[in-house]
């Protein structure tokens, strides 16, 4: 099946600063990657996807890159707040199933 | 909508009790999902859903159950509960036709002892 390795586990930046995180997949047949935020007792929630038919994707301060020839991708968020703290996904869709990352855990410092 | 609704949301299990968590989306998704999450982990697919009548396995099937008999609900039973089934669990639906994103609840945390 597929396997998504997402790195790095934890990151802490100061506001105002970007925050990088990155996946590998291994399913050359995945065609959807999305990534998901989810804060301390909730379930997680879409904040940007893409597909893989495009290379690049921005939705205001956050953006995604796909290298399929690589098998990976990467969320960038920049002039990171203090609300953007929570800890974030990736995944890899294959056969309308999603395979997870482990996660990151991203802190902003004041 | 209230979108996708989980009961309970917390719940303490004695080793080899059964119970069931309860999912219902109110957004006509044909397709629904049940994930299991363990700390510092990723969720991993239990069971899902194409459309009433249909299920399937996904990662992690053992010592779980599903049915979908409507559209909007969608249940999963655990059978002879044991403390590796303690976990987060989240159900999520998607409307595969227009779009990929899956949508979650809130979510179900289960202690077994």
């Known amino acids: 099946g597929e396997n998504v390795e997402q790195h790095p586990s934890t990151l802490s930046v100061q506001e105002g600063d970007s925050a990088v995180i990155k996946c590998t997949y291994s399913d050359s047949a995945s065609n959807y990657f999305p990534w998901y935020k989810q804060e301390l007792g909730k379930g997680p929630q879409l904040i940007i996807d893409?597909?893989?038919?495009?290379g690049e994707k921005k939705d205001q301060r956050i953006a995604v890159t796909l290298n399929k020839t690589a098998k990976h991708f990467s969320l960038h968020i920049t002039e990171t707040q203090p609300e953007d703290s929570a800890v974030y996904f990736c995944?890899?869709?294959?056969?309308?199933?999603?395979?997870f990352g482990a996660g990151t855990t991203v802190t902003v410092r004041a | 909508n209230a979108g996708v609704t989980q009961t309970p949301k917390f719940r303490i299990l004695k080793i080899g009790q059964s119970m069931t968590l309860q999912c219902t989306q109110d957004?006509?998704?044909?397709?629904m999902y049940w994930y299991r999450q363990d700390p510092g982990m990723g969720l991993k697919l239990i069971y899902y859903?194409?459309?009433?009548?249909?299920?399937d396995k996904g990662e992690v099937p053992n010592g779980y159950n599903v049915s979908r008999s409507t559209t909007e609900d969608f249940p999963l039973r655990l059978e002879l509960a044991a403390p590796s089934q303690t976990s987060v669990y989240f159900c999520a639906s998607s409307y595969e036709a227009q779009a990929y994103e899956q949508y979650f609840g809130p979510g179900t945390r289960l202690t077994v002892t």
């Open positions: 859903s194409v459309g009433a009548g249909i299920t």
């Open positions: 995944a890899a869709r294959v056969d309308y199933k999603l395979s």
């Open positions: 893409i597909r893989s038919n495009v």
């Open positions: 957004m006509n998704h044909n397709y």
